[in-house]
């Protein structure tokens, strides 16, 4: 079971406004609307969606934590996993 | 006009794509599917929509040019606008 | 001539104080300071680093606005090169 | 005693790196060369510090999971701590 159970409805809550975001984009191209603004409403969409990778990357990660204090195995190749994550991330 | 009119087609085309995936990542929390895989769909959205705000900026600045070129004013207000559209990208 | 060479100046101001930044980096591993400061750090870099871009950026398109308005040839291509450093800057 | 202590010399290798770049970027400017190159240059500086916060951000997370299965405390805080530095990273 992952760790972002508990938040699920808040999670779904956020993606549901960001899918409502992507709509709004497709209607300003459609309006023809000023492409500046169009640009800072995709910087918005980035953003919320980078929100709920941390949301859940911190979920992972307790998660993990609380697994290896109750001895759990497997611990450092979660934690190999989840840095390649936010390696992806990061683009780097 | 917008300088992006022309290629409308694909815009919304790729921002269809982008809302379908967003549904995925919805979809993905339902099914409670695998923290990491969620991560790097995240990751990929993000790319997919930078993309668009990059063929966006791309018509612009071309916009820009051709409105310089034909004795258009306002051509240094417009890439001061877009250099700030570019930042608030890059959140720097 | 770059479109930078009036900003020369502030560019190398601007550097050499990231350059201490990233010696200042070194001196926190070789003391073993903590981790987190040692990230936040990184990112203050980062940003000092892309604030550079940005100010590169938007003398190279103000650059070649000027140069269309004069008749200059070559805009398009100009521009399709600054926007591919846009989307490398971004990493999309 | 933080996690990187181990990787010290590769981490004081890869900032001595860095330093040059930087270093570099500082000649370039001063060399008047092309701006295109040098925001690429840019780019390549940013890409080499976030392998630097991975690598660190790799450590401390293990540290902190070695530390849960020891039977430590405060293994809450220091993901919430952590996530926190990657939020940064994020600029999000």
Redesign the interface.
């Known amino acids: ?5 508990m938040q ?1 409805v808040d ?2 809550k956020r ?2 406004r ?2 409502g975001q ?2 709004g ?2 209607r300003m ?2 309006d ?5 603004d ?3 409403q ?2 918005a ?3 919320a ?6 949301g ?11 697994n ?2 109750q ?1 759990g195995a497997q ?2 190749e ?6 390649a ?8």
Do not use: Q
């Open positions: 079971m992952p760790g972002y159970v699920k999670l779904l993606l549901a960001i899918e992507v709509r984009l497709s191209i459609e023809e609307r000023y492409c500046i169009i640009l800072d995709i910087s969409v980035n953003r969606l980078e929100k709920v990778a941390v859940l990357m911190s979920d992972h990660l307790g998660h993990c934590v609380t290896a204090a001895g611990a450092t979660k934690i190999d996993e989840a840095t994550a936010i390696a992806r991330l990061l683009r780097s």
